[in-house]
């Protein structure tokens, strides 16, 4: 896997570990908002470690992959990228998304390079906490409409976060019908606006160390 | 349910009582106590126990002075003192 | 045991577990201490985590959300403290939320600039940490014990906030400013933080032994450890009465006493829109609740 297919999975990581963070001070238990806290903050980690083997190979640094990109230039998915603050959407996009990147860390613990491949066994490691915690939400959620809902509405979203070779065995594991993918092409304002925020206080001052 | 959890700081030291947490079931119980009591890596274990399933004992009666129970009760100084007399060892 | 004998007890420093038998004016007067202080991490958390969605670097990032999570588990050990004292935790954030209870005055404040962040986690946590050194030899036992986790987590925010103010100051004259501005805004309310200098006994939190440490003598810390770490970096502080005199008092302008009263009792710039924030999201998710606590299916 060369640097630029590794700045995918590094920029779904990094939008959704912000979108996840969000959620810091304002989730619907205290003990889950501590919980939820620590998966945002691995999918950060995550991101981080990604993009730093990604810098090497570009000639860069990892903040500046994470920050100084233009808008259009992040290639992440759609399905990370949507902001809707309400939680059955978000453990609905959290257990779809987990189980995907288990998918996808699968392959990649194979990657001919052995940082890759040494790096996604290491993800993956941290993950088999993610999926518990995903599938636990989902499993007692699974009677609630709006949980219903909200996985139907982002099922679209969540296979077009895997190739197309990929997506059979995913509609597999979550026991779903595959259903037409959205696909990774261009952004939604919901990334530009991201995009904005999270850079504001870095563009205030450019070239600061912070 | 209020879940009760103790915690092993390091191998070879006791469990000691860590807090106490609000959870639906012993699945978020674990989930919830991991992170609470373990995300900076200070715990080597957990036990995450359900309130209900501790039984508190306390009130203990110590009413007929049991020296035999206690190390205060032995006053061997004399005793030895006098001991060691008799042997010539003083 | 008596009123009197329970006091004598407590100002021996006897320590009082959740099943022992306690006045109802200790209890009272526990419970709202206890609950303001858990109010006043989760009302903390709100001006911080829009900051979290702005952090410059992936690395302030990380350490920024880990401070915010950190502090929303404090709540959480302090509430379920108050709900063992008999007020359980749903009723304290419906209290919170419509008023009726306090939070402390720092945290009825706008951030406006990442200066902010740094000025906060560096000078308003190491305020609160005093005070957090204090309650470790509260007389109620339960809550001593979890301000251990928490006077041990709060030293990861000071180091956290030094080192994102020593940068700032490493750096650009834009950067330097930033945190002299936010500074300046702090000051004030830093110096009401610890509240007036009632004398010790005169204090029934003191009396009760829930305080070991009377107001004044912790803004007296406070001021004696952080004021020489501000004028080493070649910060000004907003009191042009600010010193420490020979019997190694620090003297200092009058803080503002009725713009704290008037803060903490809801007036605050931020005050209502932070309930109201507060009260949207524990609306919107009350149904998540409802599902956690129905039976297992």
Redesign the interface.
């Known amino acids: 896997m060369n640097a630029r297919e590794l700045l995918e999975i590094a920029d779904d990581e990094l939008i959704l570990g ?1 979108r996840d ?2 959620w ?12 939820f ?2 998966i ?2 691995n999918e ?2 995550h ?2 470690a990604l ?1 730093e083997l990604a810098a090497r190979e570009l000639g860069t640094t ?2 500046e992959l ?2 100084d990109r233009d808008p259009g230039d992040y290639r992440s998915a759609p399905l990370v990228e949507q902001r809707r603050m ?2 059955a959407h978000t453990i609905a996009r959290h257990y779809l998304y987990e189980t995907a990147d288990e998918l996808r860390l699968e392959a990649l613990k194979q990657d001919e390079d052995p940082e890759i491949a040494g790096l996604a066994a290491k993800m993956d490691r941290e993950e088999q ?1 993610h999926r ?2 995903a599938r ?1 939400w989902a499993d ?5 409409p ?1 949980f219903r809902q909200a996985l139907e509405e982002v099922w679209p979203l969540a296979l077009g976060v895997l190739p197309a070779e990929q997506r059979a065995a995913l509609a597999q594991r979550v026991e779903r019908e595959p259903v037409a993918a959205v696909e990774r092409n261009g952004h939604s304002d919901d990334l530009r606006e991201l995009w904005e ?2 850079t ?3 563009r ?2 450019p070239g ?3 | 349910m209020i879940y009760e959890v103790f915690r092993q700081e390091r191998k070879g030291v006791a469990f000691a009582h860590a807090g106490s ?4 079931d012993a ?2 119980a674990e ?2 106590a ?3 009591y373990g ?1 900076r890596q200070e715990s080597e274990a957990l036990w995450v126990v359900s309130r209900e399933a501790i039984h508190a004992v306390g009130d203990f009666a110590d009413e007929l002075n049991k020296t035999y129970h206690r190390v205060d009760g032995y006053s061997l100084k004399a005793k030895l003192k006098e001991a060691r007399e008799r042997a010539g060892t003083a | 045991m008596t009123d009197r004998e329970f006091l004598e007890y407590v100002q021996a420093g006897g320590q009082v577990e959740t099943t022992d038998w306690m006045p109802d004016d200790y209890r009272a007067k526990l419970i709202k201490f206890i609950e303001m202080h858990g109010n006043s991490e ?1 009302m903390g ?2 001006p911080e ?1 829009e ?8 690395q ?3 350490a920024l ?2 401070k ?2 950190d ?3 404090h ?2 050990l302090i ?1 379920r403290v108050v709900e063992d004292l008999g007020k359980p ?1 749903e009723r304290c954030l419906d209290d919170l939320v419509s008023g009726k209870t306090k939070f402390h005055n720092v945290f009825h404040y706008p951030t406006k ?2 200066g902010d962040v740094g000025v906060i986690a560096w000078l308003v946590d190491a305020a609160a940490i005093i005070s957090q050194k204090a309650l470790l030899k509260c007389s109620y036992a339960p809550y001593a014990r979890i301000m251990k986790k928490i006077c041990w987590e709060e030293s990861f925010h000071i180091l956290h906030g030094r080192d ?1 103010i020593l ?2 100051m ?3 004259d ?2 330097r400013e930033l945190v002299q501005e936010a500074l300046d805004r702090w000051w004030g309310p830093l110096m009401q933080f610890h509240g007036n200098p009632i004398p010790a006994e005169d204090d029934p939190m003191f009396v009760w032994r829930i305080k070991s440490q009377g107001n004044e003598e912790a803004r007296q810390q406070f001021l004696d450890g952080y004021v020489p770490q501000i004028w080493e970096l070649g910060l000004t502080v907003p009191d042009p009465k600010l010193r420490k005199n020979d019997d190694g008092v620090w003297e200092y302008g009058e803080p503002d006493w009725d713009e704290l009263k008037h803060v903490v009792t809801g007036h605050g710039p931020k005050t209502q829109e932070r309930l109201e ?2 009260r949207t ?1 524990l609306e ?2 009350a ?3 409802s ?2 606590l129905a039976e297992a ?1």
């Open positions: 912000w963070s969000e810091t001070g304002i989730a619907p238990s205290l003990e889950e908002d501590v919980a806290s620590s945002a903050q950060i980690g991101a981080r993009y990892a903040d994470a920050f309400d939680w906490y518990l915690h636990m007692r959620l699974r009677d609630e709006r925020e999270m504001m206080v870095r205030s001052v600061a160390t912070w | 947490l609000d959870a639906p699945t978020f989930a919830f991991r992170e609470q995300r | 989760l958390v709100l985590r900051w979290i969605l702005r952090a410059p670097t992936l302030r990032k990380l959300t880990a915010v999570q502090e929303v588990g709540s959480q509430y935790r600039t990442w994102v940068t700032m490493n750096g650009t834009e950067q924030f507060r999201f919107q998710e149904w998540v609740r599902v956690l299916a």
